[in-house]
């Protein structure tokens, strides 16, 4: 199973960006998929999430900023960062559940999520 992300970089704040994540090799036929998220000194979380059928979840701090989606044809992850803020600064994180839908307090929780991706680090200059 390989896990890989794209789409990292350096921006000003309020600048964009869009994160791809492909996964190749998966037996499962369907799966949920999150981003995470860990700044230096910190603990890793969990930023955006979406189920199978397409059900998403945001932590609090990226809603209205930040969207997940998908291309099941491509297996591809995206996640579209927009308005971004220097606390966005972090190396992020692909994440694969077997799980085709987790219940919502459930969603950021690592145990989760068996295949990881190595990350694509974002940095946002103030």
């Known amino acids: 199973v390989r896990v890989v992300e794209s789409g990292g970089g350096s921006v000003q704040a309020g600048g964009s960006l869009r994160l791809s994540c492909t996964v190749s090799?998966?037996?499962?036929?369907?799966?949920?998929m999150a981003w995470f998220r860990q700044a230096p000194g910190k603990e890793r979380e969990g930023v955006a999430y979406i189920s199978s059928d397409g059900d998403t979840t945001y932590v609090d701090s990226v809603k209205g900023r930040f969207t997940i989606s998908k291309d099941n044809a491509k297996s591809t992850l995206y996640l579209q960062m927009n308005t971004l803020k220097p606390e966005d600064a972090a190396m992020y994180y692909c994440a694969v559940s077997s799980v085709v839908y987790l219940a919502y307090s459930e969603r950021f929780v690592e145990d989760y999520y068996g295949e990881w991706g190595q990350g694509t680090q974002v940095t946002v200059s103030a």
């Open positions: 090799g998966y037996t499962y036929n369907t799966y949920s």
